[in-house]
Structure formats: structure tokens, C-alpha cells
């Protein structure tokens, strides 16, 4: 396992689904930040479940820290944070043991760990591992945000359903952050929920595209050849599970273009060097060009439905059916745009340190 | 800029594209192999430029071994090669030196390094960075076919024109080894040349998608929660210029499916588990699960076009037109698969390295 | 900061002396293993504070797992551990804050952390972090003794008093792991006893060095060219707080004498390539030769004496004195030892994870 | 193996000493900056063997730049330098190949790479590679010179004749830097010269203690707990051949103090803090605290001396007698001052990166 993320600012992530805690340690932030604790929650809810479209595994979710801060302010030693599993069943999980879920981690796990990986909900697989990279990437936004950049996703597809495109970015990203579901339209935000508890209904799941957008990031960030913006991003967004695809700017649209269609030509507003289209998203030569940042990315139907299922039982190496039992999420799209916020933003801060040092 | 590749086996790649040499120094590589100097050319010819749709830029690109090896054998220690850059014509640059390539890394590089970046031929962000990568790559691929690891690539779609999807997944892949254009379908072969064609002779360029599969990885490859096998590969992959986008097994498509249609069922087949689907890829959990790992690739259009585009003069802080002189490939995809083929060996035998260590 | 130890086994550390806990993340460490907490236990005692010699303040240091193992077996994902601060007396140091003690990290942490470092008890830079480094060593000790590897260390001198040399060097080092002061002859741990009670009537300190020895460790470990054993180790046993000199083999005597006096013969014995003496401490050209690992660690007497000293007020730039009150140790050497042998365990199966895999 | 020293600001060291070149990447190095050929010159020159007290193997050491260079400015690239090894005489070493020179790592190398190793000279494990190291650290000194920061160092003692200590350290700094033999006493020199020439005449070989001295470098360079300013600079200096101990400011003379002898109290000196006596070497904590950094580094006699000695050989597995042949130094001491200089500079400039970022 390999469970750090970073070079100058690191995260280590730990915990597992159905253990005591899911928590993390931020290494190499800066000392004197007073933290903003009323956004680390507001940060943590959008990750929440919500209503009949997420799990009725309810979770308060609840940061502790337990290092790195003082009398709210961080002190340049590594912050730790535990949250705690309160609502934890490890019974759901038991006759699954040996009989992998379809898509999920469990049979390379098995394999992996030689069956002493912990099973129950996924174990250090789940989904909630996420909780703590959420709080630690609160906790980098704020110093982001300090520095003009800020960053929003929204629900750009859901099981087929789209949302329109970011318009005028700056305010479409104010908008995301501010609602609870992040459908920039309201008629598709109510087809989007209909299409999810129809699958709900029906013991099924459905995916989406999240997009992302960055805006306020200076000219120059990433390092390239092997540590690029767009590779960074992508090592650290595929880590978050059910993420299975990702482009950036014009992506795989682009290969049924010419090059002189989707070229972005430079021009010159207000005195500043900027592109006229920004097919690159943001990144020319895997280094932010000062445009907008923009970022798709897959999400899988999640694996976990309660329809019956064909699997093999492990032990045996038989073939059997299976029926998930636990409490599971017919789709998790709308609670992994703030997965993403806070990973992107991880990253960010991590190079923007490589790019100016502790004085950031 | 951070020019090293890998954790346990490292490459480091440098040089200009007019400079003296490129070349790489590959660390980490075992002792005692007798590296196969054939395949390694065979490779190599991969990358080179083809005919009427490649740059009339031609290089011998004779890969010349500095260390690490004797009298054909690896030695354990680093392994430095250099290919020189024999057709080099500074001039084509010169006067571009202030007027950054639309979608070229030209700004960028310019406002990081200050202007003292090589500005010929894109200077350390050019493919042809990308011919020791493949040298490199060679070695890492003779070891891993030892192991039972195919790797192959076909250019599954260019400007709109789609090549078959791998079917015999082992036979497609020893197919597209053995031919110069990869492309399954003799028929779209002809009509992608001919789309290429078309690009060049109106002085533009045309992008597409590569599909990659590897097969006979075993189980367990890949280190979460942060080192995911999808996360390394894409971070790899998205080091080599134009890529723009990567998705593994159903990617994107997905999105519109329920999770009962894409989930992949596990089956018993010869006593082995296997999934009855794939669109996982062969990667569930940032882990390899045994079946192939498919993955595609969205390659830009060749930003390098002759047709007139507008940008700016750094200098003059003013706009104006550009026309691109120099040697330029209407299209990069074809010569892209190799490249594309060598770096995930690397990040292949790297992680293979992790997992067995030094008797790998 | 850095508080990551190692490269495919990772130690992450946290925690401040007055802070709720100390702990650490140990991630990479293999699944399956039944893990022995009595073992763990007698390692964490041997850190403890002992009778006159040592400071009044007692921690339990009870170690509790709040990851990674599930019912006392490892799972494979990241073991996270934390220790809990019972006895902390922050208002001890309350009238520090603003003047340094000598000789401790309070005026370089004032500096680098603009004054919000935790001051109590040296924060983050105390000897206290030790502890859940201990903890982490009894788990990678237990692994390694299970492959035959031994390691011991003993106070070869203590203010100018010597124990004797490793002579039955595996006998000596069992005998050390089996006593509380590990001194190898009784006389001498009477006087060193007497020596630092001496020091601490007087509100003095001592310092001393401690002397490792590791057998069972196979040829080749060890990854030059910059990553030699001799490295590896001394960048972890000067992460210990108030290590000054370190030295392998003969170290610095040999100085003083002739290649030919000092060059270690090779010999056959028992058909197995040894060598006649040892002054290369079991390593050569970074690599572990198969003889004995020799490591003297020179460890400064402990900087906190209660004797006044001199030192200034940071926020009024102005000399002052200081009588330092805290409860503390008159001398560190004696728990010190445990400490080297945890942390150069974890360095050991760091490396021999690098080099057999995961197959350890 | 692992050939790669920093994080930031990285060195891939490669080449054998018997192969066609010695060399190294420096990546990450600052673009803009011209080049001083003539410090590099002179830097490579201090690193050369000197008349009677050194081998008659004389190489130019000519520094050839293949890419990161135009125009004598770095372009932010890597920069790539190879030294050819002209004065090669393969033949020397063939009879050796089976029968290891005793506390060389020709026994460990050939045990760890099977055979497949370089033996001649040493192969990568030779001095020789220390030249491209001597290239680097020139072009990392040349920025910290321009920061205000200097390093020197003397011959402390070689074979029991000890110089005097630096006393006014700048003024000592730029004598030693600017002679060739660097001892601060004429005296010693003589007695010193003629101590090694009586090795020499003898077919042996000494060794002895390199005193370093830093000045200049601000208060907060270091970053603890793991990656200390001792630990990171111990483990670069390990990498240098026959270094075997290492100790910073009272280093293990202070184990026969009182705290209250060797504590260092602050002062207040022209309104900046000091500290009156200097025993941690200008570390505290693992951090620089504004006072000069004092390292002693204990060199063995080189391995390499022509007297008989015992040794096995290794096909036959029987115990035999060798002499060994070649051209070899009967000290180096003389010769790794300047290696020691220069990878210092090279761990300070990282680390300064770490610190300040790309404005360094």
C-alpha cells in the first residue's frame, strides 16, 4: 500500500469503513493559518448523505484533531484528524466474506492482502476513507481561496442526464459551492434525483461526468516532463474510488477536430496574455497557462446494488449468486464533487509550494 | 521541473529537441540481463516518422549506451543512453523566439523559465523527448515479456474514423507488435492515412484515440489508496505531449449505464476467477485483478500547423499572426502508440519492482 | 517539515509533548501478521522513565491501534497508532515562551514557525515523538527477528565511564534486550548509575554514546549510490533528538592507522566468505557485507538542566537568565537505546522490502 | 541501486570508472543562470590527483554540458554533464575479477548484481564518480555564493597530524578555498605530505578527518522530525566513498561533558541572537540556527594499497593472497575535501528550494 499523497505537503490517509476511525495526516502546512472551522464543516456536509437519493448509513462526521493545532491555528507541525465510525455494522458484511462484490475491491484486496484485509464495508477501500481527505482538503482550500484561486464541480452528466456547460466560471463556481446538490440547472437537478431513485427503487445504481473548474491559478504551475498539472491531478483524482475516466479541456472531443479548430489562439485582454478558446483547459505543456482550468471526470455506477448478483465463493472456488446486503448509495456522484474540490486542491497546494517555497 | 520517473526504478529524462543529444538514465534496472538490441530498434523504428504523414524531419535515432552496460549485459548500474539530434535547424525557430505556438507550451515555458528555456523545436517539451522514453521502455518491455506481459496499442479512432475494438485481445497485440501503422482494420487504414493526408495538405493536423491492452499482469498490481495502478499509469501517460484525456475499461461510457449492466460478475473459468465482463478494465481498487487492462488515450491534434494563426509578441505585449515554419507531423497518433506502450512498462516493471522486489 | 520516514514502508509521525497524543502512521508493513503486543510492550518499557535517573514525569504509554490490525493480525492497510500525553503539565511552560532554552530546538522552531510552534514541552521536537517510534520499531523488529536478524545496543560510555565492547556479539546483544539499563558490565552500570544521579544532585545533565550491534542481516542491502546503508541509518538516527556523531566500524580511530592495519581481510569460514576483522562495521561501498552491523551513536548531554543559564528574551531582544522548571532528565542515553534500535529496524525492512518485495 | 540524491533540486549520478564516461543530471536547477566555467574549472581542479600523493592515473576531468546549457545560461532543464574517462587501462583489473580487494565492495557488489558488475576500478562504486558530483556541486556553490552562504574545508588530521581548528572562519573559509593542499597550517602540510609519502613508499595507505565549516546560511534550514539538516547531510556525505563516521559541532567529545559545559547559551550580538559557544554545530533540532555549521567527516585509509594482503577467490571458494596492481592514491583526504564541499552545496540548495521555492 502507498498511502501518502504529495511531495512538500503531504497527506497520509488511514482508517478503515467499519474500524474505530478514518483519519489523516497533513504534513508540511503552514504554521499561523487560523483555521476556518465553520468551512471545514460546511466542506465536510456537501460530502454527506443526503435524503433518499444516498445511503441511510447517517454519519456525523465530526473532525478531531488531535496534532498540529492550537487554539485553532496551525502550529508547522503535522496536523492529525480522526473522525469516528459511529454508525458502523460489521454484522451486514459477515456472510459476505469470502464471495467478492462484482466491481468492487474486494477480490484483488483478497488476493492482495491474503484474506487479512478488513472486509466489512470495503474496509481502507471505501468510499469513507474520502471523509478525512475532505477535511484535509478544507483546510488547503482556505489557504487557496486566500490566494484568489478557487475551485468547483458540478454534476455535468448523471445516467445520461446533462447539465449545461460552466458559463461566466468565476460566478458558476460561487453557485456550486453554495448548494447542497451542484446541478447548475434546476430542471435537470430534478431529473437528475428522479433518475437516481429510480435506480434506487429498483435495487440499481447509476454514474456521471463531474466537471471542474480552477480559476486564479498563476501562469507557471507544474513540472513537467513527469510531474505535470494534468498528470498530478489525475494520479491523485483516480485514487478517489468509482473514478474510471478523466480529460481535460477539449479531452476526447478533440480527436474528431483539426488542429485549427481547436488551437487555442493567444490574445491580448486588458494587458494580459490569454487564450481566445481554451480547448488545453487551462494547461499547456502540463503548466497552467492562466486560463481556466477544466477538468472531466467518470464516475462509475457504483458497484454496490442490491440486485442479485453472480459471483464465485473464494473459499470453494465455486460459483454462487449474491445479494449485497449493508446500506449502500445508488449513486455517488453528487457527494464526489467535493472529493474532487478537496483532492485538486491537495494538489495545488503542493506545487504551489514546490513553485514558492514555505512563503507559499 | 521534475524530470524523474518511478520509485524503486527510476528514469531520468533530459535534453533538447535541437540541442546535442536527448537521453534518459534509467536506474534501478536489474543486473545480468542480456539486453536485446534487435527489439530495442524495433521499437525505435516504431516511433520514427513515416512517409507522407510524418515530419520530413528525419532522425536515425541510434540509441548509444553510455553506462550500465557491458558487452551487452546489464551491470546494475545506471543504465544512461543518448540518441544525438542530427537534423537540427535552429533557423525555423529563430524568429519565432517571442511569438508563442498556439497550444504549444511556448507561454508557458517562456513565463516559468524566464525566456531562457530552449525555444527550438519546443526544446525540452518536444516529443522528441519522447525517443529515449521508448529506448528506456524497450528494456522494461524485454523484461516484462520474459514475465508473460503483452503490451499493445492501436489507434482506435482518427478525426472521427474508428478502428475495431481489440477482440482476440493476445492475437490483436502481437498483431499491431508487427505492423508500422497499428491499425486492426486494413480498410480504416487506408482511410486514416488518407484523413491525414487531407490534415497535411491543408496545412493542419488531425488528433485520435489509442487503446491500449496488456495482459498476463498478475493479480495485485497497484498500491492504493494513493498509488493506484489507473493513477500512475494516467500520470505516465499524461507526461507525453498532446495527451488530453485517458479512461480505462467502459470510461466515460459508463456514465449513462446503470450499475447491474456494467458491473463485472465474477465466473470460474479453468479453475481461475475471472469476470464475466470487463469493463473495469482489469483494474478494480487501484489493483490489477487478472483480466486485460484496457485503456484509452485522447491525443490532441498536432498543435503544430502551417496555417496562418493569430497569437502574440511577448516583447511588444501586442497581438499579430503567426505562420509556423519548421518540420511538423500532421499527426502524431501513429508514432504516439509506442510511446505510449514503452511508458507504461515502465510504470509496470516499476510496480512490479515494489511488489517482488529485486528477484522481481 | 518532513515526517516521513522511508520509501516503500513508510513511517508518518505526529503529535506534540503536551498535545492529547503522540502517534504514527505505518503504512506498507505487510498483512497476516499476528502482532506481539507483549513484545511491544517490553520494547515500550524499555523507553520508560526509570527511578532516580530519569524524569519524574510517568507516562503509561499505553499503545493503542486505531488501524491497520483487526483482532491483533495486520491488514495490510496502514497501522495507525496513537499514545497517549496523560501527565501534561503545560503551565510548566507557560513563563517559557518567549525565551529559548539552550541548546533545544525553541529559538530555531520560534523562527521557522513564526512563534506558533507548541512551546510546551519542546512540541513536536521532544523526545516524547520517540515513543510512537518505538512502537512502530517493536513491529518491524518482530518481523525481522522472525527472519533471523538481531539487533542490540548497549551505553558503551556514559560521561567518560565505558561499558566493554560487543565481544559474543550475539549473546551480548540478547543479554542487553533482557535488561532494563543496557550496560554490559555490572560494575560500570554502577558507576554510569552513580554518574548521572551526580548530574542530576548537581541540575546537570550527561550524555553519552551507545553502541549498536545487528547480526543475521544477509549480503546486499543497501542501495548505493546514494542510498547506502551507512546513509540510511545515520538520516534516521539523527532524526532522534540530540544525536550529534554517529559512526560505523572502526569510524574515526581508523583515522589514525594504516590502511594495512585496518583493510578487513577476507577469510572462508564454514565455507561461507567472512571477514578477519570488522573495521568496515559490516558494511562496504554502502552495502551490508554479512559481518556484524557496528553503529556508535554519540548522544549530547540532555539540553534541559534546571542550573540558570544564560539566554535572551526574543519579544524584547533582550539578554536574560533562565531557570528552566519542567521535569526532565538528567540523562536520555539509557532510553535512547531502544529508540536506535526501532528506528533502524524500520530502516532495515524498508530496505529489505526493496529488495525481496512484498515477499519480505 | 539508487542514484538519485534530493527532492526538489534532484543529481542522477552515473558511469563506471573504467566506462566511457562518468556524469550526472542536475534537475530542477534554476534557469537564467550564467554559468562560472572558471569556478567549475577550478572546483573540478581541487578534486584532481596532486604530484607524489596521489595516483598516476591523471585524468583531464574536462566537464562537457549535453543538454540544460545555452549559451553558457541554464534554460531550467536538466542539465546533463558528461566526463569522458580518458586514462582507462581496462587490463589492470582483469586478474582481479574473482578475488575481492578486502574492505572495497567489490565482494558486496558482486554478491548483490551476480557478477554482472563493473569490477574494473570499482566500477560505479569508484571515486571516479565522485568528478560529476565535484561538477554539480560548482554550479550549486555558484548560487549559494551569490546568497551570501560559503563553505569550506580543511584537512582536520590525517594519519594522527592534526591542523588547527577553523578559528575566524570566513577568513579560514576563503584560505583553504583558494589553496590547493587544504590545511591551515604550513607546518602541518609539510609533516601531513610527508606522512602520506611514507604510506606510499610502503605500499599502504592513510586517512583522517575532514573539518567543514558553513557560514551564512539563515536561521530555519532543516526539516524535522526525519528529514533533519544533520540527518540529510549525513546520509549525502555516507554516499562518498571510504566516509565511515560523521559528527556535528562537539560531536562525541561532548558525551564526557556536563550539559552546563556544552549547552549553548544565547547572546544577543549587533540586536541579532547568537549563541556564545558553538557545541551544536550551528543545528539545533535538526534545524540551522544562524551560527556556523562545523561537520567533522572521518575518511578510512584507502582501501586500495599494493601490499600483499589475504583475501578469497570467489569461484574457487579458497582463501588466496592478492596484490594488487592499478594505479591507486595513498590518501584521498586531500582529494575529498572538495567532494564533501560539493554535495553539501548540493543538500542546501534542495533544501533551500524546499524553503523559499523557485526564487530560491
Redesign the interface.
Known amino acids: ?5 504529495g ?2 505537503i ?1 497527506v ?5 469503513s467499519h ?5 489523516a ?1 497533513l ?2 502546512f503552514p ?2 493559518i487560523k483555521i476556518d472551522f465553520d468551512y471545514l464543516e460546511k466542506q465536510m456536509n456537501k460530502r454527506k448523505a443526503i435524503g433518499k437519493i444516498s445511503t441511510p448509513r447517517n454519519e456525523e462526521d465530526k473532525v478531531e484533531f ?3 493545532i ?1 487554539a485553532g ?8 484528524l ?1 473522525i469516528k465510525n459511529n454508525n458502523v455494522r460489521k454484522k451486514d458484511y459477515e456472510k459476505l466474506e469470502n464471495i ?1 462484490r ?4 474486494d ?3 483478497h ?8 472486509k466489512s464495508g470495503g ?3 471505501s468510499g469513507r ?1 474520502t471523509a478525512p481527505l475532505v477535511a484535509c482538503g478544507a483546510l488547503a482550500m482556505q489557504l487557496l481561496k486566500e490566494k484568489g484561486i478557487k475551485i468547483g464541480t458540478h454534476l455535468k ?4 442526464i446533462e447539465d449545461r456547460d460552466f458559463v461566466d466560471i468565476e460566478k458558476d463556481i460561487d453557485k456550486v459551492n453554495e448548494i447542497d446538490i451542484a446541478i447548475l440547472e434546476e430542471d435537470k437537478k430534478d431529473k437528475i434525483l428522479k433518475e437516481i431513485e429510480i ?1 434506487k427503487d ?1 435495487g ?6 463531474l466537471e471542474t473548474a480552477i480559476i486564479g491559478l498563476e ?2 504551475i ?7 498539472l ?3 491531478l ?6 478517489i ?1 468509482s ?10 472531443e ?15 485582454v486588458d ?1 494580459k ?1 490569454k ?2 478558446s481554451n ?3 487551462g494547461i ?6 492562466g486560463m481556466p482550468i477544466i477538468i ?1 471526470t ?8 442490491s ?1 442479485i ?4 465463493n ?1 473459499d470453494k ?3 454462487c449468486e449474491l445479494q449485497i446486503a449493508g446500506r449502500h448509495d445508488p449513486c455517488i456522484v453528487h457527494r464526489a464533487r467535493v472529493v474532487i474540490d478537496s483532492i485538486i486542491a491537495l494538489v495545488l497546494l503542493d506545487l504551489l ?7 507559499l
Do not use: W
Open positions: 500500500m502507498s498511502n501518502i499523497l511531495k512538500n503531504t497520509t490517509l488511514f482508517g478503515e474500524g474505530a476511525y478514518v483519519g495526516c504534513d508540511g504554521s499561523g488531535i496534532s498540529g492550537k491555528i496551525s502550529e508547522g507541525s503535522p496536523i492529525t480522526l467478492p462484482p466491481s468492487h475491491a477480490y484483488v484486496a488476493i492482495k492482502y491474503g484474506g487479512y484485509e478488513d474496509g481502507h477501500f476513507l452528466k448523471v445516467h445520461g435506480a429498483n440499481d445504481s447509476v454514474g456521471g461526468i501562469v507557471g507544474g513540472e513537467p516532463f513527469f510531474d505535470t494534468e498528470g498530478l489525475a494520479k491523485a483524482i483516480f485514487s474510488p473514478v474510471k475516466g478523466i480529460e481535460f479541456g477539449g479531452g476526447f478533440m480527436c474528431d477536430k483539426y488542429g485549427s479548430e481547436v488551437n487555442d489562439e493567444f490574445i491580448i494587458n496574455v487564450t481566445k480547448n488545453s483547459g499547456q505543456g502540463g503548466i497552467s497557462n472531466k467518470a464516475i462509475k455506477p457504483t458497484p454496490s446494488i440486485k448478483q453472480n459471483s464465485v473464494l472456488m465455486e460459483e509550494k514546490e513553485h514558492r517555497g514555505n512563503q
